[in-house]
């Protein structure tokens, strides 16, 4: 005999709980069934932690306009609830002439996304700012930040809770079955059950194309491929050499190797980028000359031996090598045509800084 309930989100990442607690806060019976043993091990914990503030993505897509909402939405949120962050500005600079023309791209971009607030730098202003740093023109957005994403995650959870939500740990959801009288899940762990939702949320990062080709009933051909691509951060020893952070131009379809500095004062180089067939988060150390090359571009002071192997973390891609980026995709009953399911994937970054929009965007996509 199944258990019923009126909603559950599957993935307990920073996505799936600012989901979850939006349904809560809108009235709705919502447990979150995590496969983990915590909350939020996978992407959620290993990011660059950085607010963005909407520069980079194309006019009208998803990415533009949950990153500029959710930053603005972020910010009030973490002063309210007293979430560890820190609007410490970011610097992006053209390390050389070549690339004055990409710098011009992101700062007319930007402007369309709305971030209205960004500021060209001269030579003098950004040796003041940043005298470590070497380029040829650079210029500041004043709304990046950085936050703690365990401190958000766990405020969500505390949301959530106070709003008669709950989150079950160790529940991995195994497959479903899509009927008239809603959807009927199959969780595994030492508490099997089965679980009769009116409403589910795929929320399962990397998994949750797998999770969603389990669903009987749902048309195959609506689920996207699935890639993974792996990013290093490697750590630098001593007293931080940045006021802020520093992105270098793109020289590929990712944001290259920049300086994010933690909130305890630390700095981190990263993530690079290489496609890999499965989730496995082991670092690759062979890595490190490229990173010295890399980084000494806009960073020529840095030390032989200064950096140390950090973290890993995995991008949910939807698209392979040679193929353009795409857009987050949110598919609600309108795009499949289940009743009651909403599907997220490819929920790359800056899906951190997006969590909060995106709570708001799949609970409309839901109705009343
Ligand atoms: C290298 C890197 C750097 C990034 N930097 C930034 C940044 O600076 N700023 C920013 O805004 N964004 C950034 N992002 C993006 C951001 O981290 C992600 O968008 C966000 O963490 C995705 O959250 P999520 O909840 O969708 O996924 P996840 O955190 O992966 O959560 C999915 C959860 O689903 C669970 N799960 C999987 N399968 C099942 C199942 N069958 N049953 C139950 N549970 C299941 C998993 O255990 C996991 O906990 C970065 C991403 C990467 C990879």
Redesign the pocket.
């Known amino acids: 005999m199944a258990e019923k309930i009126e909603c559950a989100v599957?993935?307990?990442?920073?996505?799936?709980?600012?989901i979850a607690r939006k349904l809560a806060m809108s009235g709705r019976e919502v447990v979150v069934?995590?496969?983990?043993e915590h909350?939020?091990?996978?992407?959620?914990?290993?990011?660059?932690?950085?607010?963005?503030a909407g520069i980079y993505y194309s006019t009208g897509s998803l990415k533009a306009r949950l990153?500029y909402a959710?930053?603005n939405a972020l910010y009030r949120y973490c002063a309210e609830h007293a979430v560890n962050h820190r609007r410490i500005g970011k610097v992006i600079v053209a390390c050389d002439e070549s690339e004055l023309a990409g710098l011009e791209k992101y700062r007319r971009q930007a402007e369309v996304n709305g971030c209205d607030d960004l500021r060209m730098l001269t030579q003098q202003e950004l040796e003041d700012m940043e005298p470590e740093v070497r380029c040829v023109a650079g210029f500041l957005s004043p709304s990046t930040g950085i936050?703690d994403?365990h401190g958000l995650m766990l405020a969500y959870l505390g949301d959530l809770e106070s709003h008669g939500g709950a989150l079950a740990l160790r529940?991995?959801?195994?497959s479903g079955r899509l009927s008239s009288e809603g959807i009927l899940l199959e969780?595994?762990g030492q508490e099997s059950m089965s679980l009769l939702c009116r409403t589910v949320v795929n929320?399962?990062?990397?998994?949750?194309q797998?999770?969603a080709r389990?669903f009987e009933g749902l048309a195959p051909v609506s689920v996207p491929s699935t890639y993974y691509?792996?990013?290093h951060?490697y750590g630098l020893s001593g007293k931080a050499p940045f006021n802020r952070l520093i992105y270098p131009v793109a020289r590929q379809d990712w944001l290259g190797v920049h300086v994010?500095i933690d909130l305890g004062g630390q700095v981190k180089f990263?993530?690079d980028f290489a496609w890999i067939d499965r989730i496995d988060y082991r670092f690759d150390e062979s890595r490190e000359a490229a990173f010295y090359k890399a980084i000494r571009r806009y960073y020529p002071g840095l030390k032989d031996n200064a950096l140390r192997p950090g973290y890993?973390?995995?991008?949910?891609k939807i698209h392979g090598p040679g193929e353009p980026a795409p857009d987050f995709v949110i598919q609600g009953p309108h795009d499949h045509g289940v009743p009651g399911l909403v599907n997220?994937y490819g929920?790359?970054?800056?899906?951190?800084?997006?969590?909060l929009a995106i709570g708001d965007y799949v609970t409309g996509l839901l109705g009343p």
Do not use: D, K, Q, W
Not at 39 to 52: A, I
């Open positions: 599957i993935g307990g990442g920073v996505v799936g709980l600012a069934l995590e496969a983990e909350f939020g091990t996978h992407t959620s914990s290993r990011n660059s932690e950085v607010m963005h990153c959710g930053r936050i994403a529940s991995p959801v195994l969780v595994g929320s399962a990062g990397f998994n949750a797998a999770v389990s691509a792996i990013g951060y994010t990263g993530p890993t973390g995995i991008r949910p997220l929920i790359e970054s800056p899906g951190l800084t997006s969590s």
